[in-house]
Nanobody, 121 residues
Framework: QVQLVESGGGLVQPGGSLRLSCAASGSIRAIGDIRWYRQAPGKQRELVADISSGGDTNYSDSVKGRFTISRDNAKNTVYLQMNSLKPEDTAVYLC???????????????WGQGTQVTVSS
């Protein structure tokens, strides 16, 4: 069994910062690319940032320069540091990762349950 659990969401004022975490647990052999998505009410799910197993990163234009994705492979954890937050960043943030279980050499797609981020004064 493999699980992804996000944490770190909450209510923050415009201009503030939050740090999201996504921890993978279970019988894991390897973790490949990890992505942060967000879903706002009435909007399509948006890819916010991704990081490869080698540490290469990509960001959507809407968060570039404000958000930073990083990973700690020893802890099977990925982080999303969010600075200069805006009301339009309000959404449920979801972690997605491709993971190979110890019982298999194939990779499968896993999702966390999401964490709410609300940016409001």
């Amino acid at each position: 069994q493999v699980q992804l659990v996000e944490s770190g969401g909450g209510l923050v004022q415009p201009g503030g910062s939050l740090r999201l975490s996504c921890a993978a647990s279970g019988s894991i052999r390897a973790i490949g690319d990890i992505r942060w998505y967000r879903q706002a009410p009435g909007k399509q799910r948006e890819l916010v940032a991704d990081i490869s197993s080698g540490g290469d990163t990509n960001y959507s234009d809407s968060v570039k320069g404000r958000f930073t994705i990083s990973r700690d492979n020893a802890k099977n954890t990925v982080y999303l540091q969010m600075n200069s937050l805006k009301p339009e960043d309000t959404a449920v943030y979801l972690c997605n990762a491709v993971i190979s279980r110890r019982s298999s050499y194939t990779f499968a797609n896993y999702w966390g349950q999401g964490t709410q981020v609300t940016v409001s004064s």
